[in-house]
């Protein structure tokens, strides 16, 4: 009797003790990271100042601080949960160029940039480096490029998956519509497509007949009006979303693999539908890459992954170009940097290789700053702008430093660069439109000075505030509220050839 109560406690014991160790190696759940920040960025004046950042957050979390003195950041900085406040400090900026930095939010789960933006110090009117500018030599194709025009928001519009032309407002964009453009003295269009819907599955990937004789069909309006044409994949690749997975084929191979080979049956069925096309059709692989942060996510924590992705796709796409023969053997093939953002593209894009020599193209977008140009947060720009009124970087120095950086890098060396993507949107006051006016003659006068080409988004909207873009109707070619302005002062910026029409003169007419 008492031997089996000793082994019955003994037995129950060992369980006991086999028990509660299994508890103890027990993993905690994973807790969703729930973290929201009162702003993903901040601008800063020249002259220094502090903003507070408030996060709220259900993990714990640690700062990476910024590695530049200028930008400081008080509060703590470790194992910290809860709703937490920090103050971020700059120092007074003396240079005329403006900078930019980031602090790093991390924890489980959770990496989060946060980007810190301070303007350049206004000079003044005597400093301004205009003076010293000399217009560039453009490539002969930038100035067969000239000003360009993007009919956006039309064969690109798609809804539940599927692109149509007409589904974000826009009728059909017709053959009038076309010669009305050229007309104008607009030398380029840019046609974005979106390919959801139309196509077939793995692996012929067919895209489907109809929706490639309209792109075809809208392609041979450009031809008959005497325009250039870029002709694109668009939104196949929106945030990451669709079968452009940027994040998605960083992270697994055989997503990119999947990838890669769509990509190129794509290509290879739209470039044989053009072989025969002559030299003012362009092809460009793709439109703005990125994960869904618009620059500011994985890519800048994943050891480069993202963008050595983005090079492979550009390889794929001119490989299969340039397979089809005929035209396409050395065709003009635009080929765009992570996201098209200029810092990005000169920082991390590397130019694939090639079969035939220069007839590769970089495609960038410029809509500094964007709170300005596309959202209509502020109503002024530039040297004489009030400064209430107008976002704290992004002025006429800016400018400068991101299209001489584009030249140093890639114009110089042989590389042409177009601006796929320029705007501005419509303003409801007649001193509003003055700036709207004078951004877009000084951008696009800088753009012909550092020898690019601009293309104008225009997404056909009316009215004014943000997203209204557009200056040009779509079906019948005529002007947009003071569309006709807008683009006379643009043309002028490209055309003119008077060797006093200067980026000086421009910035010294700056509205007052």
Not at 127 to 147: F, Q
Not at 255 to 277: C, G, H, P, R, Y
Not at 423 to 431: A, D, I, K, L
Request: hydrophobic letters at 35%; one cysteine or more.
């Amino acid at each position: 009797m008492n031997f089996m109560l000793k082994r019955f406690s003994l037995t129950f014991l060992i369980i006991l003790g086999i028990t509660a160790n299994a508890c103890s190696d027990r993993q905690e759940p994973t807790i969703e990271p729930e973290v929201k920040l009162s702003q993903k960025e901040f601008s800063f004046s020249a002259e220094g100042e502090t903003k507070t950042l408030t996060v709220e957050t259900n993990i714990p979390l640690e700062m990476e601080e910024s590695a530049e003195e200028w930008c400081t950041t008080t509060g703590d900085l470790s194992e910290i949960k809860g709703t937490l406040q920090f103050d971020i400090s700059t120092t007074a900026n003396s240079s005329a160029d403006n900078r930019w930095t980031n602090i790093t939010l991390l924890g489980t789960d959770y990496v989060r940039d946060i980007k810190i933006i301070q303007a350049g110090a206004e000079q003044s009117s005597e400093d301004e480096e205009e003076t010293d500018i000399v217009e560039a030599e453009a490539s002969p194709i930038i100035k067969k490029l000239g000003l360009g025009w993007n009919l956006g928001n039309q064969l690109d519009a798609h809804s539940n998956g599927v692109s149509n032309e007409t589904i974000w407002g826009n009728d059909k964009t017709t053959q009038e519509a076309f010669d009305k453009i050229a007309e104008a003295g607009i030398h380029s269009v840019r046609i974005p497509v979106t390919w959801l819907g139309h196509i077939g599955e793995a692996p012929d990937y067919t895209i489907e007949e109809n929706w490639l004789n309209r792109v075809a069909e809208v392609v041979g309006y450009a031809e008959n009006a005497g325009l250039n044409a870029i002709v694109n994949i668009h939104h196949d690749g929106a945030d990451s979303h669709y079968w452009l997975d940027i994040k998605g084929a960083a992270t697994d191979e055989t997503v990119n693999t999947q990838v890669k080979n769509q990509l190129s049956a794509m290509w290879t069925q739209i470039a044989e539908k053009f072989k025969d096309k002559g030299d003012f059709l362009i092809f460009e692989s793709m439109n703005e890459i990125h994960d869904g942060d618009w620059g500011w996510g994985d890519n800048r924590t994943d050891g480069g992954a993202q963008y050595a992705t983005l090079n492979q796709w550009n390889q794929v796409f001119v490989d299969a170009v340039r397979a089809t023969g005929g035209n396409n053997s050395d065709r003009y093939l635009g080929v765009p940097g992570y996201c098209t953002n200029p810092e990005l593209t000169i920082e991390h894009f590397e130019l694939p290789d090639d079969v035939v020599e220069d007839r590769l193209l970089i495609a960038v977008h410029y809509y500094d700053p964007y709170e300005y140009t596309l959202n209509d947060k502020y109503s002024e720009w530039g040297h004489t702008a009030e400064p209430s009124k107008k976002e704290s970087y992004g002025d006429e120095a800016h400018l400068r430093e991101v299209f001489n950086s584009l030249k140093t890098k890639f114009t110089d060396n042989g590389i042409p660069v177009y601006l796929g993507e320029v705007g501005n949107v419509h303003r409801s006051t007649e001193r509003a439109e003055s700036f709207r006016k004078y951004y877009l003659e000084y951008m696009c006068k800088a753009a012909k000075t550092y020898g690019m080409a601009p293309f104008f988004w225009d997404n056909g909207a009316t009215g004014a505030g943000k997203e209204c873009s557009g200056i040009i109707n779509h079906s019948t070619g005529e002007y947009i509220n003071n569309g006709k302005e807008i683009v006379d002062v643009m043309v002028k910026a490209i055309t003119t050839e008077d060797e006093d029409y200067t980026l000086r003169t421009v910035y010294d007419n700056a509205p007052q």
